[in-house]
């Protein structure tokens, strides 16, 4: 019987060896690939050839500036990753504890708006921003994304599995409603908190079709938009294609390994309640 159980283990791990190499075969050849010179592409080569050159001509080229625009990604993210941890939360538990008039109403209209394509809503938003002045500005690339439905309801779900024993004894050692939030409720949403941060973190690290309607100035392009722009440079080159690649989606995974426990915690106790 323990003869049969390990051996069945072990053709769990190797399935599972196997199908974890099949889903990293793309990024490691992608990361591979922007290590080597043309002549090397599609071939396997020793590391004494593999050279830094791909990368250096990104941020040493004068004729675009990726240093400004990996900046405005940090930014962008950044704000929007932020604004996020702060109000949804405040949306998820005002939806979740709180009573007020027309709460029902605010829920749905909350859930009916993740049905929504942004993409239907992108160009009201596009001529919003330009009424206020805001086109070609971090407050256009930021502003309206500061708010996520999806993530104010995948909040409210967790929040509502707080005791309120814990909100009411906040409450009678003097802490206000707001006080009993940041101070009780809040620190005890940190797996869904993380699990927000990472999707909101690759959302907008990655979005192109948002920065590129609302910002048409290369010097407010975002890292995705400005190397779009220039890849006709290097269509034939695809050790500095894929070396562009590795700068949009290496962050992403880095920002993914350290936070992955807990985001595996917050989508497990996500799970639609009341």
């Known amino acids: 019987m323990r003869t049969r159980n390990r051996i069945n283990k072990a053709i769990m791990y190797i399935v599972l060896i196997a199908l974890g190499l099949m889903f990293a075969f793309p990024f490691l050849y992608t990361l591979y690939t922007s290590f080597i010179s043309m002549k090397f592409v599609n071939t396997l080569t020793s590391p004494a050839n593999w050279t830094l050159d791909n990368y250096k001509t990104y941020f040493t080229n004068p004729a675009y500036d990726v240093q400004k625009w990996l900046w405005n990604t940090i930014v962008m993210t950044g704000i929007v ?23 029902k109403i605010v829920y749905w ?9 942004y993409h239907m809503i992108l160009i009201p938003v596009y001529v919003n921003m330009a009424e206020i002045g805001w086109l070609n500005t971090y407050m256009a690339l930021t ?16 929040f509502i599995s707080v005791p309120g024993e814990f909100i009411e004894a906040a409450r009678i050692d003097g ?39 609302l910002a048409n100035n290369p010097e407010k392009y975002v890292l995705v938009v400005g190397l779009n722009s220039v890849k006709d ?21 880095v920002f993914f390994f350290i936070f992955q426990r807990q985001y595996i ?7 639609v309640k009341g």
């Open 81 to 103: 990753v932020i604004g996020n941890l702060i109000i949804n939360p405040m949306a998820g538990f005002a939806l979740a504890k709180l009573e007020f008039p027309g709460k």
């Open 175 to 213: 802490l206000t409603k707001m006080g009993a939030f940041w101070r009780v409720v809040y620190p005890l949403a940190r797996s869904s908190l993380i699990t927000m941060s990472i999707l909101a973190f690759a959302g907008t690290w990655n979005s192109y079709l948002i920065p590129s309607t």
């Open 109 to 117: 209209i909350v859930v009916a708006t993740m049905m929504v394509p």
């Open 233 to 253: 440079m290097f269509f034939e080159n695809t050790p500095m294609i894929m070396a562009g690649v590795v700068l949009t989606t290496l962050p992403i995974l």
């Open 265 to 271: 915690e917050g989508v497990s106790s996500a799970g």
């Open 143 to 158: 502003v309206p994304f500061l708010y996520q439905a999806l993530y104010v309801f995948m909040l409210r779900q967790f």
